[in-house]
């Protein structure tokens, strides 16, 4: 019992801060782990999906105005099979999206080259169809690299572009 002159803190209230400063400090660094690992994993889906929306929807404007007859879907060296596709536009232009390691290039006329996205893993054109060349399908799976070798992957699926010319 204290009285009014005493001044400090008592052994059993030092223990108590102690110990309670022991808990936090067994608590929080595994808690603020946790924290940052959502954070990099929410950012990475949004990323990724936020460029497979962007590249899908180019390529799906750009391929709606091409000729069906000169399309072309090969597989450049190097690169996954199918991944690039070049074709002819109803404005007289050539145009072509490819793989090229981790980016997904677009080509315009052959001279002037854009990357569109940095984080694709795979990409493939194909006919769905033998007996409808006007539907291409577009495959893609894109990826971001999180921490400590983690890569957060996400897979769409196939998106039928209906050629217009």
Avoid at 82 to 110: H, I, W
């Amino acid at each position: 019992m204290r009285r009014l002159g005493d001044r400090g803190y008592s052994l059993a209230e030092l223990m108590m801060v102690v110990a309670i400063i022991g808990i936090l400090a067994g608590v929080a660094p595994p808690l603020m782990i946790g924290m940052q690992n959502f954070f990099l994993l929410t950012s990475a889906r949004y990323e990724t999906q936020r460029d497979a929306r962007t590249c899908l929807d180019t390529i799906n404007r750009y391929l709606r105005q091409a000729y069906s007859s000169t399309v072309v879907i090969d597989t450049p060296a190097g690169q996954g099979p199918y991944s690039r596709v070049t074709f002819k536009m109803a404005d007289g232009r050539t145009m072509q999206f490819q793989q090229s390691g981790n980016d997904l290039l677009q080509v315009l006329n052959g001279t002037q080259t854009s990357i569109i996205s940095r984080n694709l893993i795979y990409i493939a054109f194909t006919y769905p169809r033998t007996d409808d060349p006007s539907i291409i399908s577009v495959s893609i799976t894109m990826g971001k690299n999180i921490q400590l070798g983690k890569r957060k992957v996400l897979e769409l699926t196939i998106q039928k572009v209906r050629i217009m010319n």
